[in-house]
């Protein structure tokens, strides 16, 4: 049984804290467990204990939707069209199941009416993942995605972006390839795989067998990703081999 079969099936304690253990709380009917909490240590024994694994999916988890919720709100108001593009999001990129799915809405509410805002939501995930580098750049991937949805970023939201590109250590070249991947046109393959257009075949293969190492979902998933989010690790496996068959044909690399 995975994190969320127990979240929903029963008591458990978890220590997690902060805006996101506090969101986590109110969504799933739990009070969160902070690690000097006196009346946790007396009664540990009446929680069945998420693993730190475990821990760290509810994290990542908790974090995406919530973040996407403070995006959703940047202009101070949740309009119809930003919620069927986290409900797309969900169905469509994630594929999540009747349970998932109920569980990353009730997450969403509960972010959007929290007094945190963005940035600590986005604080409290880096200091979990700041030593994994590939989770973070998912985590970025998503919020771009979403952002994007629709066509383009507001003023608002590419702040919040930024935000979130300095609170992760994320480098500015990063956040402009990243950012550039969702334009169009064979720049974008350029931007998937990490590269400049002006650099070397020889280069452009190490920088190929570099990503495919480091994205495959195998060891993605093994590092604190949540099974809901598998589908999107293999997503941008997929779409790294398919930049570099695009650059390679363009470029007739043998």
Known sequence: MGWLGKM?????GFMIGGPIGAVAGAAFGHTFVDKKSQEYLLNESIYQRLSYGEEAQLTFFVAVFSMLAKIAKADGRVSEKEIELIDSFMLNELHLDAQSRESAINI??????SSENFEAFASQFYRTFSGQPRIIDLMMDILFRVSFADGGITFEEERMLLSAARIFNYSPTDYAMLKSKYSKGSKRFYAVLRCDESASDEEIKKQY???VTEYHPDKIASKGLPEEFVKFANDKFREIQEAYNNIKKERKIT
């Open 8 to 12: 929903v099936g029963g008591t458990i």
């Open 108 to 113: 969403f509410r509960q972010a959007i009416n």
């Open 209 to 211: 067998r570099k990503l």
